[in-house]
T-cell receptor, first 109, second 116 residues
Framework: GQNIDQPTEMTATEGAIVQINCTYQTSGFNGLFWYQQHAGEAPTFLSYNVLDGLEEKGRFSSFLSRSKGYSYLLLKELQMKDSASYLCAAMDSNYQLIWGAGTKLIIKP | GAVVSQHPSWVICKSGTSVKIECRSLDFQATTMFWYRQFPKQSLMLMATSNEGSKATYEQGVEKDKFLINHASLTLSTLTVTSAHPEDSSFYIC????????????FGPGTRLTVT
């Protein structure tokens, strides 16, 4: 079957760095997405990885290892506004997104 | 950029009535549109996938007679919740894909449905 696993909740301190892990199993693979979702709002796109390696985009970076079925989202210089849920989603061979349950990130001052 | 709108943004209706939610791609033609439902503290659940001019493909467990999807044009898809009940209260989100590039999927702002 198809499955995405990510931690339910994480806590970090303002100004620090946090890494949110995601493992996936899908029928075929067309990339790994990370989305940010604030409470009561729709998800917003953060990153897309289809090749192995690290993609850096400002304070946010995303890493992918296809052989391990593993990805992480790295958030640096955390700000209070980064408090949100972070959704990992893998795209299968039919170009359908398989969603994780999301990781709620709590930032403390 | 690529913008997707939804209307209404929130709606309250009485049990037994029907509610229509519109999803529009404002500045691009969407080859495929997706409808998701999200309950509090849960991730998105794909309800159905629709391509313009053809019948929607529903996910297992989603009642096609209850959740009617019409993808009338390349910029408009509608979801009608028929005979709504309180358990249908949820956050409904649409997304639209431009082309076949996996990264080109854009989300609408969502519609909060409350059935009393």
């Amino acid at each position: 079957g198809q499955n995405i696993d990510q931690p339910t909740e994480m806590t970090a301190t303002e100004g620090a760095i946090v890494q949110i892990n995601c493992t996936y199993q899908t029928s075929g693979f067309n990339g790994l997405f990370w989305y940010q979702q604030h409470a009561g709002e729709a998800p917003t796109f953060l990153s897309y990885n289809v090749l192995d390696g690290l993609e850096e985009k400002g304070r946010f970076s995303s890493f992918l290892s296809r052989s391990k079925g593993y990805s992480y989202l790295l958030l640096k210089e955390l700000q209070m506004k980064d408090s949100a849920s972070y959704l990992c989603a893998a795209m299968d061979s039919n170009y359908q997104l398989i969603w994780g349950a999301g990781t709620k990130l709590i930032i403390k001052p | 950029g690529a913008v997707v709108s939804q209307h209404p943004s929130w709606v309250i209706c009485k049990s037994g009535t029907s509610v229509k939610i519109e999803c529009r791609s404002l500045d691009f033609q969407a080859t495929t549109m997706f409808w998701y439902r999200q309950f509090p503290k849960q991730s998105l659940m794909l309800m159905a996938t629709s391509n313009e001019g053809s019948k929607a493909t529903y996910e297992q467990g989603v009642e096609k007679d209850k959740f009617l999807i019409n993808h009338a044009s390349l910029t408009l898809s509608t979801l009608t919740v028929t005979s709504a009940h309180p358990e249908d209260s949820s956050f409904y989100i649409c997304s639209a894909r431009r082309g076949r590039d996996p990264g080109e999927q854009y989300f609408g702002p969502g519609t909060r449905l409350t059935v009393t």
